[in-house]
C-alpha cells in the first residue's frame, strides 16, 4: 500500500513541475508554444492510450503509475534544457 501511495505523491510532485515549466514555455508564445501544445495533447493521447492497455491486460496499477511517472520525468528534463 505504501510503494502505490509513495508512486502517486510523485507523480503529482513531478507533474506540478512539468505543468509549471509547460505554462511558462506556452506563455511565451511563437512557434515554440505552438509546438509544445500539439506536443502535449499528442503525449497525453497517446500516453492513456497506452495506459488503457496496459490495464486491460491486467497490468497491476503500480506499474501504471512508474509508467506515467517516466514520462513527466522525461519531460521535466526536456523543458528544463531550454
Given amino acids: 500500500m505504501f ?4 508512486e502517486l505523491s510523485m507523480l503529482a510532485a513531478e ?3 512539468a ?3 509547460r505554462t511558462i514555455r ?3 508564445g511563437g512557434s515554440a508554444a505552438g509546438r509544445e501544445a500539439q506536443l ?4 497525453k493521447l497517446a500516453a ?14 503500480i506499474g ?9 520525468r522525461l519531460n521535466v528534463r526536456r523543458l528544463s534544457r531550454r
Wanted: a positive charge; glycine letters at 2%.
Fill in 40 to 43: 502535449m495533447v499528442t503525449e
Fill in 26 to 28: 506556452l506563455s511565451a
Fill in 15 to 17: 507533474a506540478q513541475q
Fill in 48 to 61: 492513456a492510450q497506452q495506459a488503457f492497455s496496459s490495464l486491460a491486460a491486467g497490468a497491476p496499477p
Fill in 64 to 72: 501504471i503509475v512508474r509508467a506515467y511517472r517516466s514520462k513527466v
Fill in 3 to 6: 510503494k502505490i501511495f509513495y
Fill in 19 to 21: 505543468i509549471w515549466l
